[in-house]
């Protein structure tokens, strides 16, 4: 049984969207499996169409090469404070401070025109606030450190702006598979690096895909990459699609379903929540709009909510297990 992909608040014709994003179905995760990216032939693709019920067909493809990526939690003070590193080898790697209510990026390694750069960041780049759906957006200033070792080894600080966009939603077309659930994520980085050689200029624009049940990862992604410094341009893009495109990510898709008593609903003044099932460890309650109105963690398997300051409505509850990932969801009503 599908948990959390489709959720419904039926009562008052309430609905949460299946094509959400949220730290359970997109943020990295240790414990997720490793997963291979085809590098893909990039001039015959382009980002298509933004908006609801699109259509986004990639089935043309060419692959010239493989990068298999691994997911690790994270505790050096290099990339502080980040907790969770995705490398797909030296110089491929991504920095990530993972929470419920948002996914901030803290740098990595990468390779420009053949150069390989490492970028930090003192104040990161949120790539998504959770929940995230469409037309949601989020922006944030940039500032940190970034280092090349050729054309000369230098550091130079930059400051910058990111912008996270979910630009729509819709059926994503491959070779082999088609997924109906996709959700679009356009990501915008701009970064301003030091005077000393004319001052470098990166744009960085991410347009990735994502199937809400299927991987915590973009089933597909464009990225343009411009450079430009005191010893020229660089203009680079790459297309990625995942070599698996059936690859679970979301380990909650494989649970079985846990009992739980909650009770009474409609309430008042509190809620009480109930299982027996020791592995559930936390639980987030969400109003209608999608805004996270609290996280709780459970003792042995329960918990009791105040809900005396909530305001009358739908709540939709998730129920988390130890790994993370989502066990078990409902709704219940605040009534006063």
């Given at each position: 049984m599908?948990?959390f992909?489709l959720?419904?608040?039926?009562?008052?014709?309430?609905?949460?969207?299946?094509?959400?994003?949220?730290?359970?179905?997109?943020?990295?995760?240790f414990?997720?499996p490793?997963?291979?990216?085809y590098?893909?032939?990039s001039?015959?693709?382009y980002?298509?169409?933004?908006?609801?019920?699109?259509?986004?067909?990639?089935?043309?493809?060419?692959?010239?090469l493989?990068?298999?990526?691994?997911?690790t939690?994270?505790?050096?003070s290099?990339?502080s404070?980040?907790n969770?590193?995705?490398?797909?080898?030296?110089s491929?790697?991504?920095?990530?401070?993972?929470?419920?209510?948002?996914?901030?990026?803290?740098?990595?390694?990468?390779?420009?025109?053949?150069?390989n750069?490492?970028?930090?960041y003192v104040?990161?780049?949120?790539?998504a606030?959770?929940?995230?759906s469409?037309?949601?957006s989020?922006?944030?200033?940039?500032?940190?450190?970034?280092s090349?070792?050729s054309?000369?080894?230098?550091?130079?600080?930059?400051?910058?702006t990111?912008t996270a966009?979910?630009i729509?939603?819709?059926?994503l077309i491959l070779?082999s598979?088609?997924?109906?659930?996709?959700?679009?994520?356009?990501?915008?980085?701009?970064?301003?690096?030091?005077?000393?050689i004319?001052?470098?200029?990166?744009?960085?624009?991410?347009?990735?895909?994502?199937?809400t049940?299927?991987?915590?990862?973009?089933?597909?992604s464009?990225q343009t990459?411009t450079?430009?410094?005191?010893?020229?341009?660089?203009?680079?893009?790459?297309?990625?699609v995942?070599?698996?495109?059936d690859i679970?990510g979301?380990?909650?898709?494989?649970?079985?379903?846990?009992?739980l008593?909650v009770?009474?609903?409609p309430?008042?003044?509190?809620?009480q929540?109930n299982?027996?099932?020791?592995?559930?460890?936390?639980?987030?309650?969400y109003?209608a709009?999608?805004?996270?109105?609290?996280?709780?963690?459970?003792?042995?398997?329960?918990?009791?909510?105040?809900?005396?300051?909530?305001?009358?409505?739908?709540?939709?509850?998730?129920?988390?297990?130890k790994?993370?990932?989502?066990r078990?969801?409902?709704?219940?009503?605040?009534?006063?």
């Amino acid at each position: 049984m599908k948990k959390f992909i489709l959720i419904w608040f039926t009562v008052c014709s309430v609905t949460i969207s299946a094509q959400t994003l949220t730290q359970t179905n997109h943020a990295p995760h240790f414990g997720s499996p490793d997963y291979t990216v085809y590098v893909l032939d990039s001039a015959s693709f382009y980002p298509g169409a933004e908006g609801v019920n699109q259509t986004w067909n990639f089935t043309a493809s060419t692959s010239t090469l493989a990068i298999t990526y691994s997911t690790t939690n994270y505790a050096s003070s290099t990339f502080s404070p980040a907790n969770i590193a995705v490398k797909g080898g030296n110089s491929n790697s991504a920095y990530y401070l993972s929470s419920p209510n948002d996914l901030k990026y803290y740098g990595g390694d990468m390779t420009v025109g053949g150069n390989n750069l490492t970028i930090k960041y003192v104040n990161p780049a949120i790539f998504a606030n959770y929940p995230f759906s469409s037309g949601n957006s989020v922006s944030s200033i940039t500032s940190g450190s970034v280092s090349s070792t050729s054309p000369l080894p230098i550091t130079q600080a930059f400051s910058g702006t990111c912008t996270a966009t979910a630009i729509g939603t819709g059926t994503l077309i491959l070779a082999s598979r088609t997924f109906n659930d996709v959700i679009k994520i356009k990501t915008v980085q701009k970064l301003v690096a030091g005077s000393s050689i004319g001052g470098i200029n990166f744009t960085i624009v991410n347009y990735d895909y994502y199937s809400t049940s299927s991987s915590r990862n973009p089933i597909f992604s464009i990225q343009t990459l411009t450079l430009s410094s005191g010893f020229g341009n660089t203009y680079q893009k790459t297309v990625t699609v995942q070599k698996d495109y059936d690859i679970v990510g979301i380990h909650s898709l494989q649970q079985p379903n846990i009992d739980l008593s909650v009770f009474p609903n409609p309430c008042n003044d509190f809620i009480q929540f109930n299982s027996t099932n020791n592995d559930v460890f936390k639980i987030a309650i969400y109003d209608a709009t999608g805004n996270l109105v609290t996280n709780q963690l459970m003792q042995l398997g329960k918990t009791k909510i105040n809900t005396s300051h909530f305001s009358n409505g739908i709540y939709l509850y998730l129920i988390e297990d130890k790994h993370h990932e989502i066990r078990k969801s409902g709704n219940f009503q605040v009534q006063k």
